[in-house]
């Protein structure tokens, strides 16, 4: 039998939030991965505006 597991990804308890290790992993990949394609569209445009 399938036993129902719902477990929040975030939780806010007064002030402080809290995240399950496999949320914050992956939403701090999803931001290096938006930071590395904002830097190198930063380099481009900087290279090819010249």
């Not at 007064?14 to 830097?39: A, D, H, P, Q, V």
């Amino acid at each position: 039998m399938l036993k129902e597991h719902s477990e929040k990804k975030i939780m806010q308890q007064g002030s402080i939030t809290y995240f399950t290790k496999g949320f914050e992993r992956t939403l701090f990949f999803i931001l290096t991965l938006i930071m590395m394609i904002w830097g190198i569209a930063e380099k481009l445009g900087s290279y090819l505006g010249q």
